[in-house]
């Protein structure tokens, strides 16, 4: 694959930093417990705030328990990995993989399985124990003909809508919404307040996002789900109603969204510019490591017995240098001194089973609750629900919606890119 424009910079800016900035690759950094000499290179886009602040708690984690290996930071920045997959699609065409990648469990892990670019690592599952660790509906997603192929660091959720608690409280409003109906008159008495941008939103991946809130509203859990696995026609008149709704909060956003990744629509809402932002709850930990405090979270109206998860988890590729240390590395992050290490500072839960919620932040154990009482969801731009060729395709069609608001095309082009990828069961 070749690299858009922007992933080609996003690669040179890091290698010209590589040496002096953390969040590029390059950043060796064997730590006073370390000292080890054998490199373990982790690729991810955790590069900045809450993600780099979790990505480290992990680190400091593998530095006691693998102190004969020195990890080496091969973050590449932008949400969602919007750059980063595309560096990684491209090494792993040339044959260089880093020790380890960050890939999101679901449809999206089995794009490695099915090219033959990861390790079996059923064998290590024994071994350390992992097999009755996870939940099985997370151990089936990373499973493919009985072979398990990652370990899962968290379960995140997508589906959150965080506010501004002094904006809403000067424009009078003093409980989340429930419905869209009702986030509809909240966000007209924003407007008519004078808040700028009531609701705070960014480009693609983040508008599949919304666009995703919106459809579980209009759709229910079951009806949402069946959107992926051929049970629920994306040309129904449904999802028309569901296009139409998130044109109409299309309407309340800013307007350069396009050009804005998720933690500019965040700094809107910290500057008291914007009101709302649907975001997933890597913003928890963000919003704590920028020392923001006046935020508020809900499910988004209408989500509340839908969590809609994902789930980052970290591959053995074929052909990378050092097994052994990667090894190390998955095995840190599947134990539960590694789990509470990173998941404290990520905003995620854990994947274990074993976490003691009280370990948590007050937003984690919230989310540590809804979890074991909602209905899960997938999520498309997170890879649980659809493949990386179906999420390019989505992503495109919400481009055009952004600037063009035809609602007909962008339903003939969900449908289409359903027909070409859905894995129908
Ligand atoms: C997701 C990832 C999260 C978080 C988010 C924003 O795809 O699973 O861990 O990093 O992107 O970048």
Not at 177 to 190: I, W
Not at 348 to 367: E, G, H, W
Request: proline share 4%; aromatic share 10%; hydrophobic share 40%.
């Amino acid at each position: 694959m070749r690299l858009s424009k922007r992933a080609t910079a996003a690669a040179a800016t890091c290698l010209a930093v590589a040496l002096v900035a953390s969040g590029c690759g390059g950043d060796k950094d064997s730590g006073s417990g370390g000292g080890g000499n054998k490199n373990v290179e982790v690729f991810t886009w955790w590069a900045d705030g809450g993600e780099k602040a979790g990505l480290d708690g992990l680190v400091s984690q593998f530095k006691t328990d693998c102190s004969q290996y020195t990890f080496v930071n091969g973050a590449v920045a932008g949400g969602a990995g919007a750059n980063a997959k595309q560096v990684l699609a491209s090494r792993l065409q040339q044959g260089d993989p880093p020790d380890t990648f960050q890939a999101h469990a679901g449809a999206e892990l089995t794009d490695y399985i099915k090219a033959g670019q990861i390790e079996d690592l059923s064998q290590e599952y024994k071994d350390w124990g992992l097999t009755s660790a996870f939940p099985k509906g997370l151990i089936d997603s990373l499973t493919v003909n009985g072979k398990i192929y990652s370990v899962p660091a968290n379960i995140h959720r997508a589906n959150v809508l965080w506010s501004n608690t002094k904006v809403l409280q000067q424009a009078g409003i003093t409980a989340a919404p429930t419905s869209l109906p009702e986030f509809f008159t909240q966000l007209d008495t924003l407007k008519a307040k004078g808040v700028a941008t009531p609701l705070a939103l960014g480009k693609d991946w983040t508008q599949q996002m919304l666009f995703e809130a919106v459809l579980i509203s209009d759709l229910g859990v079951d009806k949402f789900n069946g959107l992926w696995n051929g049970k629920t026609d994306w040309a129904g008149s449904d999802v028309t109603t569901g296009i139409n709704d998130y044109k109409k909060v299309l309407s309340y956003t800013n307007k350069d969204r396009d050009t804005f990744d998720w933690t500019d629509a965040e700094k809107l809402v910290m500057d008291g510019k914007a009101a709302y932002q649907l975001m997933g709850d890597w913003e928890a930990a963000d919003l704590d490591a920028k020392g923001f405090k006046d935020y508020a979270y809900a499910p988004f109206p209408g989500n509340a017995d839908a969590y809609q998860w994902l789930a980052d988890s970290f591959v053995l590729p074929k052909g990378a240098k050092d097994a052994e240390g990667t090894k190390c590395w998955l095995k840190t992050l599947g134990s539960a001194a590694g789990q509470k290490a990173f998941n404290t500072k990520k905003g995620s839960i854990p994947a274990r089973t074993d976490a003691v919620p009280t370990d948590y932040p007050k937003y984690q154990q919230s989310a540590i609750a809804d979890w074991a009482k909602d209905k899960a969801v997938p999520s498309c731009p997170h890879g649980s629900a659809c493949s990386q060729g179906w999420q390019g395709a989505v992503n495109s069609a919400q481009g055009k919606f952004s600037s063009d608001g035809n609602v007909a095309a962008l339903q003939t082009a969900l449908a289409a890119a359903a027909k070409q990828f859905a894995v129908t069961s």
